[in-house]
C-alpha cells in the first residue's frame, strides 16, 4: 500500500505509526531498509523516527560520516543506527561500520539508506521502505 505524505506532520504522524508497528527481533537487530533516489525523502523519514523515539540532538544524513548511533531513552530499541550506504560500492564495505555486530545486538533498530549498493552483505530486512518524491512536492511511502 502506498501513502501520499504532503507536509512534515503527515511524516511524523507516519513515522509514530511506522514505529508502533515494529516488534523487536529475539535473535537479533531489526533492519529497515530506505530506498528512493536522492530527494526521495529518506533522510527525513528517518529523522521522523528519530523524533517519534525521542531523539533530541539534530539528525543529519550520515553520507560523509557512513553511520551515526542514537541512545533510546525508555524505548522498545535501545539505539537507533542510521547507516548511508550510498558512498559504499559492495557489501564487504559495512565491515569496517561494525555492521556484523551491530545486527547481532537485538536492542539495535538499524535504518539504512541506500540498500542496493550492499545488498550481498543485508541480511532480510524486516521491513523494506520505499519512497518517492512527486512533481507537486508531495512524497510516497511504502511498505513491503
Known amino acids: 500500500m502506498e501513502k501520499v505524505i504532503r507536509t512534515i506532520v503527515e511524516l511524523e504522524e507516519e513515522a509514530a505509526r511506522f ?6 527481533s529475539s535473535h537479533g537487530a531489526t533492519l529497515v531498509t530506505l530506498r528512493g533516489e536522492l530527494g526521495a525523502g529518506k533522510t527525513a523519514f528517518t529523522k521522523a523516527v528519530a523524533k517519534v523515539l525521542g531523539v533530541e540532538e539534530t539528525v543529519t544524513s550520515p553520507t560523509f560520516v557512513l553511520e551515526k548511533i542514537y541512545i533510546l531513552n525508555r524505548q522498545k530499541f535501545a539505539r ?6 550510498y558512498r559504499l560500492e559492495k557489501g564487504s564495505d559495512l565491515a569496517p561500520l561494525g555492521f556484523d555486530e551491530l545486527m547481532q545486538d537485538k536492542d539495535n533498530l538499524i535504518l539504512l539508506e541506500w540498500p542496493e ?5 543485508l541480511p532480510s530486512p524486516a521491513v523494506k521502505v520505499s519512497l518517492a518524491a512527486c512533481p507537486d512536492g508531495s512524497h510516497t511511502i511504502s511498505y513491503g
Open 19 to 24: 514505529i508502533t508497528s515494529l516488534t523487536p
Open 80 to 85: 537507533l543506527v542510521h547507516i548511508d550506504a
Open 117 to 121: 549498493k550492499v545488498i550481498g552483505a
